[in-house]
């Protein structure tokens, strides 16, 4: 390699390091022409694609390091992590099995195939493997991190809640187990104090980045809730919201042009015209907003002996927003020609790699409900559940939580408050549309009137009454979200009204959502 070379490779090397993807990929389009030869650049041009949500280009750029260098192993690794990113399982696990056939011990590898044995449920697995890379570096928080997400999930809390300390012991600014030991731990116990002074000892002493800030001021507004202390809790999530918008993307004005579109669209669509798959599918659709309630109906119904759960795969979500769109615009055409497509045999292809057992399938991908139309058309015989709660306290418990997308709408009072509405028009459009065929459950209903409410919507998924669906809190099947601490109680009334406790701070967003008022 000549000097020169050398140099141009150190440039692009500096610039990944400070985040700079777009100048890495614009060197890198430059040099692989001088030099197409040079693995290096292209497995550096491939993790740069991965960077910018790209996994097409990564995955192309990755296959021609290892064209050019068959022994280049990053790029191997690199490549199952892009292929495990566009939902290809299979190729990404023979790749990572593969790499570790050749290498028991490569660490990087163990920790890809344990993240890809997590995504598809095989828990007991992702366990194993992540134990199995502790044991070659102890010093990953990552690790620890990780293991407490799938403890989480499969309701071991006191496990879950034991690793986040030990990623906090190898490194007491690791943030995001502090955030997520807020989600676990109650704060108005004594017991936990010492974490929440350590919190706010960090924010206020420590030299930390805006992001691991943000990860602090929402693990300490969740705390001075617990503690009842309203204007402080208020105040760190004001301010961990303001710094998190920056870095996100707004989509507000797609998501108005989308809705208008959609509901052109199936306004003028004959659906009796439409061949449909009339198998008797056993899928279940929960949809709606986040925290509107969904996982609650979520474990309520997988507490059935029947009942699996593969939580928010957001398969068809993501399978429809390829297909309907063309230069970033709705299109009538390529969605015509989707819709003759045979999605229905596709999704049930994609759930195979999903360690699920039982006949019924929950799927809980939330934003489901943009498509309900299209679920209509692919899976006639599927239910479809719409899970909604006062707007106030959704919006509310929204603007409180950390989200892993890379959206602005959640973290911004008029944002919130706009896409609200936007949904809240759309679900209407819907409902009208396909009268009596979706089951619209109030979050407050099944709070207050909890054993009729729970017999009508095992009544309405056509399954047989258990009286295990009356106590889904000790039913452990795993369950992906955010709200898994809180479905994983009792049923328990504190959640309904919270918005009184910060009426006085929202006055943008509730101002928005008084128009829903005016349009009823």
Known sequence: MSENLKQEIQILINKYKYGDFSGVLNKCSLL????????????????????????????????SAIHINPKNNSAKNNLAISLKNNREYKKAEEILANLLKEKPDYFNALVNLANLKNDTYFFDEAISLYKKAISINKDSPELYLNISTVLQTNNK???????????????????????????????????NDEHFKNML?????????????VQLYFGLGKAFEDKKDYESSFKHFEQGNKINIKSKKSFIKHYQQLSKDLKNYFSKLDLKKIKKNNNDDKKIFILGLPRSGTTLIEKIISSHSKVSTVSEIEYLYKKINQNIFKNQKFDENNTSMFIEQNIHEHYNDFLKFYNVKNTYIIDKTLTNFWYIGFIKIFFPNSKIIHSYRDPKDNCLSIYKN??????????????????????????????????????????????????????????????????????????????????????????????INSSKFYSTKLSKLYSILDKLNASN
């Open 32 to 63: 692989v022409k001088k030099h197409p030869k040079n693995d290096f650049i292209w497995n550096l041009a491939g993790l740069s694609f991965q960077h910018t949500g790209d996994n097409q280009n990564a995955i192309k750029s990755f296959q």
């Open 157 to 191: 809390m006191d496990e879950a809640r034991d690793y986040l300390f030990q990623a906090l012991s190898l490194n007491k600014n690791f943030t995001k187990a502090d955030q997520n030991l807020s989600m676990i731990l109650n704060y108005k116990n004594e017991e």
């Open 201 to 213: 000892d960090k924010l206020n002493n420590s030299n930390l980045s805006d992001l691991d800030k």
């Open 402 to 495: 950390l989200f892993s997308n890379n959206e602005a709408w959640s973290y911004s009072e008029e944002q919130i408050g706009e896409y609200f509405l936007i949904y809240d028009d759309l679900m209407k459009f819907w409902n009208e549309l396909f009268k009596n065929e979706i089951y619209n459950s109030k979050y407050e209903d099944i709070i207050n009137d909890h054993e009729k409410k729970t017999k009508q919507l095992i009544s309405f998924c056509g399954l047989e009454w258990e009286d295990n669906c009356l106590n889904h809190h000790k039913n452990n099947n795993p369950i992906k979200t955010l709200s898994i601490n809180q479905a994983n109680k009792p049923i328990y009334k504190t959640s």
